[in-house]
Nanobody, 121 residues
């Protein structure tokens, strides 16, 4: 139901924009967010945006480099990633939940299948 796209292989310092579209239902009344999971590590929360887009939250590691946005008319959420670093290499997942608080708890989230982002040094 959540479908990520836009991943790929880039060099350090480059930018990528990930998209998360929806099929089969609408998530316009849900908070949306992005997580990532590197090999051998737990899935890590990165950022979330409220239902109407007026509130967003970022973890320290991506604040100032990543920007989340949403277009409810297109039922799509975006993650603009600038100044990418090798440590950003991971599978990136989009998620949906009731609020930007509950989405961080992972349990009960709707998840996409993930898209690979690889940043070379």
């Amino acid at each position: 139901q959540l479908v990520e796209s836009g991943g790929g292989l880039v060099q350090a310092g480059d930018s990528l924009r990930l998209s998360c579209s929806v099929s089969g239902r609408t998530f316009s009344n849900y908070a949306r967010g992005w997580f990532r999971q590197a090999p051998g590590k737990e899935r890590e929360f990165l950022t979330a945006i409220s239902r109407n887009g007026d509130e967003s939250f970022y973890v320290d590691s991506v604040r100032g480099r990543f920007t989340i946005s949403r277009d409810n008319a297109k039922n799509t959420v975006y993650l603009q990633m600038n100044n990418l670093k090798p440590e950003d290499t991971a599978v990136y997942y989009c998620a949906a939940s009731a609020t930007i608080v509950t989405i961080q708890e992972k349990d009960g989230n709707y998840w996409g299948q993930g898209t690979q982002v690889t940043v070379s040094s």
